[in-house]
């Protein structure tokens, strides 16, 4: 019995060997004509063959990320990815990673990223870069220009690249220089006003609005008295800024434009049923008589001429000559 386990044994132990050595035959023979690679599929259409697929796809991703090295490419859009499968080819057969590379960049479109400078939402120049694009808006904020409250920027993505420029082209083409406008002082011209003390303290109707002439603070009230005056203030005094643009109170037509004694330089404007405001010691005059003045429209820029003993518009509200109490009907 136990010599027929050991014939089977011996048997078995051959059998195996045998087994083995032909499969390292077969092995060896596959391994001698056939190579592991891959079959390459675009669009389900077999394109060629890859021995290497990580080094044929990463030159692909570098491509879809940066393209061929041109300036400002942002992507490259590509439709059809390669798919991959694993197969044994014949020795004899090359791989064609190059084909297969140039079949992806047939169906490429190149997407280039820039920046376009804006002016009232219109595009003017182009340049390369955000930062080049803020060191326009920056240089014109620098040189004071006009229109950088018009200017703007504008990523772009296009598959044509516009004309670039530089930051310093830019500039120059969109820069506006500030106009230097200088007040026009208007020569003091011949005019009536009635200057005297008479005043009411009522509140008489004026048939019509007022504004604020200038905004600040009340240095003298009306009635108020003081060892610079010989009677009671006809007005009201706003103490503000020398050269602040001083308003008409309401439209009109200017009755008196000069220099008037205490008064300084003063305008009078006539409303109408004999309705008139005084603005008294100015630095400037920007009206004459007989010149017709819309409500809001600057006449004058605060000053300290005549007796005064700073910066301040004196103003004044009058009905038939009688002075009235501006605080009735403004501030």
Not at 140 to 157: P, Q
Request: with cysteine.
């Amino acid at each position: 019995m136990l010599k027929k386990v050991l014939i089977h044994a011996k048997k078995g132990i051959k059998f195996t060997v045998l087994f083995i050595i032909a499969t390292f035959l077969i092995i060896g023979a596959i391994a001698f004509l056939y190579k592991p690679t891959y079959s390459v599929f675009i669009n389900n259409q077999q394109v060629g063959y890859t021995e290497d697929k990580a080094k044929l796809q990463l030159k692909i991703n570098n491509y879809i990320e940066k393209g061929e090295g041109e300036q400002n490419v942002a992507f490259v859009q590509v439709e059809n990815l390669p798919e991959y499968k694993l197969c044994l080819l014949k020795k004899n057969i090359v791989t064609n990673d190059d084909e297969i590379y140039a079949k992806i960049k047939e169906q490429g479109i190149t997407y280039y990223r820039y920046y376009a400078i804006l002016e009232n939402q219109e595009e003017k120049y182009y340049v390369p870069n955000f930062e080049e694009a803020e060191k326009v808006v920056n240089g014109l904020k620098e040189k004071g220009s006009t229109n950088i409250d018009k200017i703007s920027i504008l990523e772009k993505y296009e598959t044509q690249i516009s004309n670039l420029v530089t930051s310093e082209e830019a500039i120059s083409k969109l820069y506006v220089e500030p106009v230097k406008v200088e007040p026009v002082v208007k020569k003091a011209s011949a005019g009536k006003v009635n200057t005297s003390t008479t005043t009411s303290g009522a509140k008489v109707n004026l048939g019509i609005s007022l504004i604020r002439p200038v905004s600040g603070v009340i240095s003298s009230r009306f009635g108020a008295r003081s060892s610079i005056r010989s009677s009671a203030h006809t007005g009201l005094d706003i103490a503000t800024s020398r050269g602040t643009p001083i308003a008409a109170a309401a439209s009109g037509t200017v009755t008196f434009a000069g220099d008037k004694g205490s008064y300084g330089k003063m305008i009078v404007i006539s409303h109408g049923n004999g309705v008139q405001t005084y603005y008294a010691h100015c630095n400037a005059l920007y009206a004459s008589v007989g010149q017709s003045v819309s409500q809001g429209q600057t006449i004058a820029a605060v000053g300290s001429t005549g007796n005064s003993t700073g910066p301040h518009l004196h103003l004044e509200i009058r009905v038939n000559g009688i002075a009235y109490n501006p605080q009735n009907y403004l501030y």
